[in-house]
Protein backbone atom coordinates (compact mmCIF):
# COMPACT_ATOMS: atom_id res chain seq x y z
CA UNK A 1 0.00 0.00 0.00
CA UNK A 2 1.75 3.10 -0.85
CA UNK A 3 -1.04 5.78 0.13
CA UNK A 4 -4.67 6.17 1.47
CA UNK A 5 -7.18 9.34 1.46
CA UNK A 6 -10.10 9.30 3.62
CA UNK A 7 -12.76 11.59 4.27
CA UNK A 8 -14.22 11.86 7.77
CA UNK A 9 -17.29 13.98 8.14
CA UNK A 10 -18.87 14.95 11.47
CA UNK A 11 -18.75 18.09 13.94
CA UNK A 12 -15.34 19.40 14.27
CA UNK A 13 -13.59 16.58 12.18
CA UNK A 14 -11.24 18.86 11.45
CA UNK A 15 -10.64 20.62 15.07
CA UNK A 16 -10.29 17.17 16.35
CA UNK A 17 -7.88 15.28 14.04
CA UNK A 18 -6.02 18.35 13.13
CA UNK A 19 -3.51 16.83 15.73
CA UNK A 20 -2.66 14.06 14.04
CA UNK A 21 -1.15 16.25 11.46
CA UNK A 22 2.64 14.20 10.77
CA UNK A 23 5.11 11.62 11.04
CA UNK A 24 3.64 8.12 12.60
CA UNK A 25 5.49 5.42 13.31
CA UNK A 26 4.06 1.40 14.03
CA UNK A 27 5.75 -1.23 15.52
CA UNK A 28 4.46 -4.55 15.09
CA UNK A 29 6.16 -8.04 15.81
CA UNK A 30 5.75 -9.93 11.79
CA UNK A 31 3.91 -13.55 12.39
CA UNK A 32 6.00 -14.12 9.25
CA UNK A 33 9.64 -13.86 10.62
CA UNK A 34 10.84 -16.68 12.73
CA UNK A 35 12.93 -14.74 15.26
CA UNK A 36 9.76 -12.46 16.33
CA UNK A 37 11.86 -9.04 15.55
CA UNK A 38 10.14 -6.04 15.54
CA UNK A 39 9.28 -4.21 12.24
CA UNK A 40 8.70 -0.37 12.05
CA UNK A 41 6.80 1.37 9.33
CA UNK A 42 6.48 5.28 9.15
CA UNK A 43 3.52 6.67 7.61
CA UNK A 44 3.42 10.24 7.13
CA UNK A 45 -0.16 12.20 7.91
CA UNK A 46 -1.67 14.79 6.52
CA UNK A 47 -4.82 16.76 7.47
CA UNK A 48 -6.70 19.10 5.40
CA UNK A 49 -10.41 20.42 5.44
CA UNK A 50 -12.44 20.51 2.85
CA UNK A 51 -13.94 23.92 1.77
CA UNK A 52 -17.62 24.10 1.22
CA UNK A 53 -18.42 24.15 -2.73
CA UNK A 54 -20.03 27.24 -2.66
CA UNK A 55 -17.31 29.20 -0.93
CA UNK A 56 -15.76 31.60 -3.17
CA UNK A 57 -12.65 33.01 -2.97
CA UNK A 58 -13.95 36.60 -3.14
CA UNK A 59 -15.60 36.35 -0.08
CA UNK A 60 -13.17 34.30 1.64
CA UNK A 61 -11.51 37.06 3.84
CA UNK A 62 -8.01 36.39 6.19
CA UNK A 63 -6.53 38.96 8.11
CA UNK A 64 -3.32 40.82 7.73
CA UNK A 65 -2.52 39.75 11.37
CA UNK A 66 -3.27 36.29 10.77
CA UNK A 67 -0.43 36.07 7.87
CA UNK A 68 2.98 35.57 8.60
CA UNK A 69 5.94 36.12 6.29
CA UNK A 70 9.56 34.56 6.61
CA UNK A 71 12.34 34.07 4.65
CA UNK A 72 15.56 32.13 5.06
CA UNK A 73 18.67 32.00 3.31
CA UNK A 74 21.76 29.62 3.68
CA UNK A 75 25.16 29.77 3.60
CA UNK A 76 28.84 29.86 5.41
CA UNK A 77 29.91 26.45 7.11
CA UNK A 78 26.46 24.75 7.07
CA UNK A 79 24.97 22.70 10.48
CA UNK A 80 23.49 24.81 12.63
CA UNK A 81 23.99 28.10 10.32
CA UNK A 82 22.10 26.64 7.16
CA UNK A 83 18.99 27.87 7.96
CA UNK A 84 19.07 31.39 9.59
CA UNK A 85 15.91 33.92 10.00
CA UNK A 86 16.38 36.82 8.35
Request: with cysteine; net charge negative; hydrophobic share 35%.
Amino acid sequence: LKSATIQINGRYAYGYLCGEKGTHRLVRLSPFNAKAARQTSFAGVEVMPVLEDDLSLDTLDIPDADLEMSTMRSGGAGGQNVNKVE
